[in-house]
């Protein structure tokens, strides 16, 4: 025990010297219009950088077609990723990960990856959690360059009463904000070692796919084929969401889902079939316990550690 441990010496970690955010911008300066490729670099070869922890800071504002202002329109909670069609990661010129749809992978996982604590926090960024959009962590020296690609229109970011205020973002500040982390003198010595000998470097990450599937029949019994790569390995987990008529429709909330009076679902993975017994849903009867304990299980499953 620590309590016994009279001759014990202190201990004081100084791997770390130096922790602290700098801030990149885009090629692109000035306003930013629908379709734009933002490309924001880190060109410094001999930074240790932790993309994991970065963040965006966006400034802009929120207003009808014309310029003018409205008092009628709102973004919906995480309204701001939904401006993005696209994000990614470039390491070396290569595409290390990417996010299609970022508004809905990102809302629909924050539904499942956060506590009440968290979610209250992450008001501050308008519930945009890119630490979950995109799931790589590197500290490599190697040029780094991370890629937005804005959407055609603001309507999905959007929530208002009327659908005849057309909304318009504009969005006039756009940086992307990481930590350089400086070590002590051990640690550089160890880290050079490593990348004088030109040795491998493993990094694991999780990497996301959206599928949508539009154009659904109106019977109440349909199987949906999905295609899935397996470059790396298989599927690890699955999330099911439903909308009803709400994209490109702001008098609605992109951020909300819909149930579908759904009453049984099941996945075929090759041959195997998850979950193992059917989970007979009846919405109606608030009998939905299954899925409910699913929803719940998710953290401990996919992040590893205890649900509060």
């Known amino acids: 025990m620590d309590l016994l441990n009279v001759t014990g010496h202190p201990f004081s970690d100084n791997s770390v010297e130096v922790y602290q955010f700098q801030t990149y911008q885009s090629y692109i300066h000035g306003n930013l219009n629908y379709n734009d490729e933002v490309r924001i670099p880190i060109q410094d070869l001999d930074a240790y950088t932790a993309p994991c922890n970065s963040y965006l800071y966006i400034e802009g504002k929120l207003s009808k077609s014309d310029g003018s202002k409205s008092t009628k329109l709102e973004f919906i909670n995480n309204g701001i990723a939904f401006i993005f069609r696209e994000?990614?990661?470039?390491?070396?010129?290569?595409?290390?990960?990417?996010?299609?749809?970022?508004?809905?992978?990102?809302?629909?996982?924050s539904y499942l990856s956060f506590n009440e604590s968290e979610s209250t926090l992450l008001q501050n960024a308008d519930w945009f959690p890119k630490k979950i959009t995109l799931t790589i962590g590197m500290d490599k020296k190697v040029l780094l360059i991370l890629t937005e690609i804005l959407i055609s229109n603001d309507r999905d970011a959007i929530n208002g009463e009327d659908e005849s205020e057309e909304p318009k973002i504009d969005i006039q500040k756009l940086y992307w904000r990481i930590p350089h982390v400086t070590v002590g003198i051990p640690e550089k010595l160890r880290l050079n070692k490593i990348l004088n000998r030109n040795l491998k470097i493993p990094i694991k990450f999780s990497s996301w796919r959206l599928i949508e599937y539009s154009s659904r029949s109106a019977t109440t019994r349909y199987t949906w084929p999905v295609k899935t790569t397996t470059t790396v390995e298989t599927s690890r987990h699955v999330i099911i969401a439903f909308h009803k008529a709400r994209k490109g429709k702001f008098a609605t909330d992109m951020s909300k889902f819909a149930n579908c009076n759904l009453t049984n679902i099941r996945i075929f993975l090759n041959s195997e079939r998850y979950p193992y017994n059917d989970p007979y849903l009846y919405y109606e009867n608030n009998k939905f316990e299954t899925l409910y304990e699913m929803f719940v299980n998710f953290q401990e499953l996919y992040y590893l550690h205890k649900t509060n």
């Open 87 to 109: 994000i990614r990661y470039e390491m070396n010129g290569i595409i290390v990960d990417l996010v299609r749809n970022v508004g809905l992978v990102s809302t629909i996982k």
